[in-house]
């Protein structure tokens, strides 16, 4: 190795970033910025997916193609954030003991092992856990692509508590809104305890020095009546056709697509505020994958959309409506259309109740392609629990939904709430919170 080493800052760049976001090259300003030759190899395999994977890898060789028509990649080009980029085919003449030569992601890091070896401050940037403590293994710096990440500890609630005062209380019980100086976000709640006699009071900032009371709701919601405060303050959300996007973030249990899918059916069935329900989530297995499966697209999505019809299964057991008697009806008639992720993108939506379940397994740009389909008139709906992630490339503090969340909230046409009682059942309960 050289003595002599390199002030600029090397970043050897794996897939898998690419694949999370394709333009995360422009992340690195000032540096230099190494592409493995086995990464493009990789994106040319990826390319001819039909999921989110196969468009973001079309998207990075497109990005790439645009910079190579500006110079030479093997000899760098220069990006407009004054870094510089190069495709890179190095790897080491006598390569690291204990470590196959042939497999992929083993080139990929032994192109940053012989490119520090040489003297450069070297960084490998890789989604994958285990790449970079094989990278670590090798001696190399291993970070993760952190651009979008966020920090789950502090996620945005979308609701404060507070213990109201005996004066605050008569206010509470008597005004439609009261004076409020404490600077809030744009439908952010507030929850009044008044622990003497064991009563609750809801307010909404909505942009005024004053909170709005929000007044218990008393017609259920297509059968469903909230159980906690929580719950009321997303069937407001919900029901409010001022606010385009909502999101509700909750461990299993707490209600989070229940409650959005009663406040879809109310708006599209009863209020005809929308044209039908539009219902999807993400294709990612939790344990092994069971393999191929038989039918037609409405088949296939059944067997990842059951938690979706055991909702809706519930709802119309109790919530009786003339002419809809259960959940195939509802979809033969329109009223709701179940459907892939990979289908969605491309399509314009308008006057659409959007929901999109299980949304903490999507990445911050996956979530920017769905969010930006809806059309005129459409609201978007996304639940999930950042804790319970299932794609191996994210964590609670890079999936998509922090994302939005974080990035989100200030903004008037949005609302969201942390929910955090389960209500399923007491088993429920004691499983979110011990395992």
């Known amino acids: 190795m050289s003595d002599h080493q390199d002030p600029i800052k090397v970043f050897v760049i794996d897939t898998n970033v690419l694949i999370h976001y394709p333009e995360a090259i422009l992340s690195f300003k000032d540096n230099e910025i190494v592409i493995p030759l086995q990464v493009l190899e990789e994106l040319d395999n990826l390319k001819t997916y039909s999921d989110q994977r196969g468009k973001s890898a079309r998207d990075a060789i497109r990005f790439l193609d645009t910079v190579s028509k ?13 870094s510089l980029l190069k495709v890179s085919l190095i790897q080491p003449q006598d390569p690291p003991s204990g470590f196959d030569t042939n497999q992929p992601d083993n080139k990929i890091l032994f192109c940053a092992y012989e490119l520090q070896r040489q003297g450069r401050r070297v960084f490998f940037v890789s989604k994958d856990i285990n790449a ?12 993760d692509y952190e651009k979008q990440k966020v920090d789950i500890a502090t996620l945005y609630q979308g609701v404060i508590e507070l213990d109201a005062n005996t004066d605050q209380v008569a206010l509470l019980k008597t005004l439609p809104e009261i004076p409020w100086n404490d600077q809030l976000k744009y439908n952010q709640f507030v929850i009044f305890s008044d622990k003497k006699k064991s009563e609750e009071f809801l307010g909404k900032y909505t942009g005024h020095a004053s909170l709005e009371i929000i007044q218990p709701q008393e017609e259920p919601i297509c059968g469903i009546q909230p159980l906690n405060m929580r719950q009321r303050i997303a069937l407001n959300l919900l029901l409010d056709d001022s606010i385009k996007l909502v999101t509700l973030v909750g461990k299993a249990g707490t209600g989070k697509t229940l409650v959005a899918i009663a406040a879809g059916l109310k708006k599209i069935l009863e209020e005809k505020k929308y044209s039908r329900m539009l219902v999807t989530r993400p294709v990612v297995s939790v344990g092994k994958e069971i393999g191929y499966l038989p039918g037609e697209k409405q088949a296939k ?3 990842w959309m059951q938690p979706i019809f055991d909702n809706l299964d519930f709802i119309l057991g109790i919530y009786k409506r003339d002419k809809i008697k259960n959940v195939d009806q509802l ?4 009223v709701i259309e179940i459907e892939a992720l990979s ?7 308008p006057n659409q109740y959007i929901i999109i379940d299980e949304a903490q397994n999507l990445t911050p740009h996956e979530i920017k392609t769905i969010v930006s389909r809806a059309g005129e008139n459409t609201k978007v709906v996304l639940t999930g629990d950042p804790y319970q992630i299932d794609n191996m490339y ?13 990035h989100f909230k200030g903004q008037k ?5 942390t929910l955090s009682k389960t209500e399923r059942s007491e088993l429920a309960e004691l499983a979110s919170s011990l395992l």
Request: glycine fraction near 10%.
């Open 70 to 82: 500006k110079g030479s990649l093997h000899d760098g080009v220069k990006l407009e954030n004054n």
């Open 132 to 143: 970079r403590v094989k990278a670590q293994a090798l001696g190399l710096k291993a970070v």
């Open 301 to 303: 999505m059944s067997a």
């Open 331 to 334: 979809i033969k008639e329109k």
């Open 343 to 349: 289908f969605i993108r491309g399509r314009s939506l």
């Open 394 to 406: 994210l964590d609670s503090n890079s999936n998509g939904l922090s994302y939005l969340v974080e």
């Open 413 to 417: 046409l949005y609302g969201h709430v």
